[in-house]
């Protein structure tokens, strides 16, 4: 079974920056095989798809919310997928998620995804 682990929340001040990796600790899985997509979850909202990235093209897809401000991809001899995030604001405060999904020819942010790490906090606050 795939395993995702996240990494790289924290607290940060509005307008500041933070890298979150996704990576897995089973060496017999490679993630560029997967689509991969990030997704986020605050108090009291729904579950939301930040971004995706697909294994077949490399397209990317981005939630308006953070378009032009965040930037998904891959470090394919690292075995990892990067969500860096610029300008963060307060509202971006929520539990970050890594997910994987085998088998679709591109990523989105509407669909079913197989595996999910454990989350990942970022806190955006003064």
């Known amino acids: 079974q795939l395993q995702l682990v996240e990494s790289g929340g924290g607290l940060v001040q509005p307008g500041g920056s933070l890298r979150l990796s996704c990576t897995t600790s089973?060496?017999?899985?490679?993630?560029?095989?997967?689509?991969i997509a990030w997704f986020r979850q605050a108090p009291g909202k729904e579950r939301e798809g930040v971004s995706c990235i697909s294994n077949k093209d490399g397209r990317t897809y981005y939630a308006d919310s953070v378009k032009g401000r965040f930037t998904i991809s891959r470090d394919n001899a690292k075995n990892t997928v990067y969500l860096q995030m610029n300008t963060l604001k307060p509202e971006d405060t929520a539990v970050y998620y890594c997910a994987s999904e085998y088998g679709r020819a591109s990523c989105g942010l509407g669909y079913e995804y197989d595996y999910w790490g454990q989350g990942t906090q970022v806190t955006v606050s003064s």
């Open positions: 089973a060496s017999q899985f490679t993630l560029r095989n997967y689509n």
